[in-house]
């Protein structure tokens, strides 16, 4: 079971980036998934979430309006569009997937986690 992130780097305040996380089969099949992100010295938190079909999706406040969580079933893959970036969004950002097919904004929901892409929005 493994979920890779990539689409990480340097971006300015303003900008865009999308995030990728590939999944084995096994950690796709009917499972909501969700991106988290964890600045230095703070605690990892909620971004967004999508489920299974794609047909419910939560954000975080602090990114609505400005993100989108999307899904392709059929390429196992999961991304994070992020527009309008601001330095406050620099962080280490995880895909994770989630015991249930509904999408889920708690951690204890999620049982498999990628191992992270650092995002760094210069101002």
């Known amino acids: 079971v493994q979920l890779q992130a990539s689409g990480g780097g340097l971006v300015q305040a303003g900008g865009s980036q999308r995030l990728s996380c590939a999944a084995s089969?096994?950690?796709?099949?009917?499972?909501?998934m969700g991106w988290f992100r964890q600045a230095p010295g703070m605690e990892r938190e909620f971004v967004g979430a999508?489920?299974?079909?794609?047909?419910?999706?939560y954000y975080a406040d602090s990114v609505k309006g400005r993100f989108t969580i999307s899904r392709d079933n059929a390429k196992n893959t999961v991304y994070l569009q992020m527009n309008s970036l601001k330095p406050e969004d620099t962080a280490v950002y995880f895909c994770?997937?989630?015991?249930?097919?509904?999408?889920?904004?708690?951690?204890?929901?999620?049982?498999?986690w990628g191992q992270g892409t650092l995002v760094t929005v210069s101002s």
């Open positions: 089969r096994r950690t796709f099949s009917n499972n909501g």
């Open positions: 994770a997937a989630n015991r249930y097919a509904a999408a889920a904004t708690t951690r204890e929901a999620y049982n498999y």
């Open positions: 999508i489920s299974w079909r794609g047909d419910t999706r």
